[in-house]
């Protein structure tokens, strides 16, 4: 069923929302839960943010977003601000979706954003409201911040906090914050649950499933969700290392796993690994606070799920140099991709971004083109050289190496590129290409945990398509 909310006017009784930090997660639940029909006000530190998103402009890419900024602004109902003072007076129900990456120096979530939006909020409070967490946390957050608030807020005990994960994946923004496959609510009381299913009404009149918990529930959801996720990617990436030490093909046995509905295909594509504002700072966050609360051990195998999904970059980096012919000094390389995945422009710990950064120390000259991330990786490593189009980047490459598996790659013609290459030589660092095509248009095709001459089988369509 396709819902249109483009209608939606505000319901007599419903809760205004402010939502604080409008990065990713947060200019995105603004923008649909005023789409939704409700009157929302943004707030951010940073004036630039909030002068964009007031004028219409979404600062980072996202599909659909700019269009869903467009239709809530032309409502009346989001408004953007800078001013806490103007939040706390305004707010039913506050969502805090600021940032927490990772401490410098150490694998723990930094948490002073979410400390200092809770304090700035709750110092200002007079009358009871609901202040939500959506940001992902380390277990117990909720617990401690629930006395923060209590201990400087006007209305004392009064002040209630509950958690709400956020499962949104870049990408696809706007459908997982319209359209969730489920909804999580920590709650400490009747009240607050009450006051969340008002906020979410529209969705949960669509059948969304609602899991309601306490805090501690909800905070553990998101981490163990993301964690399971890079086990997934990390699982099939060691299959892949052991293909390569016994010439099995990795997206064959993928395949096969795949058609097990307990193993499912999804999450099970081998190649770079993952990387991004989540899935690597997640596991690390969630490994530091397992060790404080006593149970290292219980999550110790996601050490080794990272340490898998780093080997898989040094590993492609293996491959560039075998195919040219074992040094890469003075090797010119197209790199592919920047951002953590397509239809992104984050550079957040991108795997294809510190491929061609190693690829560079030794010596190689990169080229890299991001059909959306060329700016974000420029600014990280403005030594690397950057092209305007795919042409540009592979005009007389020794190696070409796909690194995000963007579309306007993947349907490249291999025989058009092979004209403008010094050298047919490309590693495919995501299982993206057709092999048999490549191989047959003259290039040497490398991919991780698959044999370097073409496999005897070929993967036939609906295998591939299995595994995404
Ligand atoms: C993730 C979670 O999916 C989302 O639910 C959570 O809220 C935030 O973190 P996101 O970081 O947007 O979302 O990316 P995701 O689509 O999960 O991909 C993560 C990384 O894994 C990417 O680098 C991707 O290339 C890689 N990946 C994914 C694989 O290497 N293989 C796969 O099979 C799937």
């Known amino acids: 069923m ?3 909310y483009s209608d939606a006017t505000p319901h007599i009784g419903s809760p205004r929302m402010t939502v604080i930090g409008t990065g990713y997660l947060g200019a995105t639940h ?14 951010d530190v940073d004036p630039a943010k909030v002068e964009a998103l007031a004028s219409g402009r979404v600062p980072f890419f996202e599909p659909g977003l700019p269009e869903k900024l467009r239709e809530a602004l032309d409502s009346g109902r989001l408004r953007f601000t800078t001013s806490f003072d103007e939040a706390a007076a305004f707010g039913d129900v506050h969502f805090i979706c600021v940032g927490t990456p990772q401490q410098p120096g150490s694998h723990a979530a930094d948490l002073r ?23 992902t946390v380390p277990i117990g957050t909720a617990a401690r911040l ?12 009064e002040l209630e906090l509950a958690w709400n994960p956020e499962f949104l994946r870049e990408g696809f923004a706007v459908e997982d914050t319209l359209h969730p496959d489920r909804l999580v609510f920590g709650v400490s009381s009747e009240w607050a649950e009450a006051q969340l299913r008002r906020a979410f009404g529209p969705i949960l009149d669509e059948g969304t499933p609602l899991v309601v918990a306490d805090t501690a529930t909800a905070e553990l959801v998101k981490v163990a969700a993301n964690s399971f996720l ?34 499912g295909g ?45 080997r898989r970059r040094t590993r492609t980096v293996d491959l560039a140099r075998e195919l040219a012919g074992g040094s890469l000094a003075g090797v010119r390389i197209a790199a592919l991709g920047a951002a953590f995945k397509p239809n992104s422009d984050d550079v957040r710990d991108a795997p294809a971004l510190d491929v061609a950064r190693m690829l ?19 600014r ?89």
């Open 2 to 4: 396709v819902t249109h």
């Open 360 to 378: 560079y120390l030794e010596g190689a000259m990169v080229t890299v083109y991001d059909p959306e991330a060329n700016v974000n990786a420029h």
């Open 30 to 43: 603004a923008i649909c839960m005023a789409v939704l029909g409700f009157e929302v006000l943004g707030l």
């Open 146 to 157: 629930t006395e923060l608030v209590h201990s400087v807020s006007p209305i004392g005990d």
């Open 266 to 310: 999804r999450f099970l594509k081998p190649g770079l690994g993952f990387g991004g504002g989540c899935l690597p700072k997640d596991i690390r966050a969630f490994r530091a606070r397992a060790e404080e609360l006593g149970v290292g051990a219980a999550v110790a195998f996601l050490g080794e799920v990272d340490a898998i999904n780093i």
């Open 380 to 468: 990280v490593y403005p030594d690397l050289d950057f092209a305007d189009s795919l042409d540009e980047a592979v005009t007389d490459a020794d190696v070409v190496m796909l690194l995000t598996e963007w579309d306007e790659f993947r349907q490249a013609d291999p025989v058009e590129l092979g004209e403008l290459v010094s050298a047919r030589r490309i590693v495919d660092g995501r299982h993206a290409l057709d092999a048999t095509r490549y191989r047959e248009a003259g290039w040497e095709y490398r991919a991780l945990g698959r044999p370097s001459v073409a496999a005897t089988m070929a993967l036939p369509q609906h295998a591939r398509d299995a595994v995404a």
């Open 230 to 263: 890079a086990t997934k990617i990390s699982y099939i990436n060691a299959m892949a290392e052991v293909c390569e030490a016994t010439g099995a093909d990795v997206n064959l046995l993928a395949s096969a796993l795949s058609f097990d509905d307990r193993i």
């Open 113 to 135: 954003y979410v400390d200092s939006a809770f304090t700035e909020l709750a110092t200002r409070i007079t009358r009871k409201v609901l202040l939500v967490g959506k940001s």
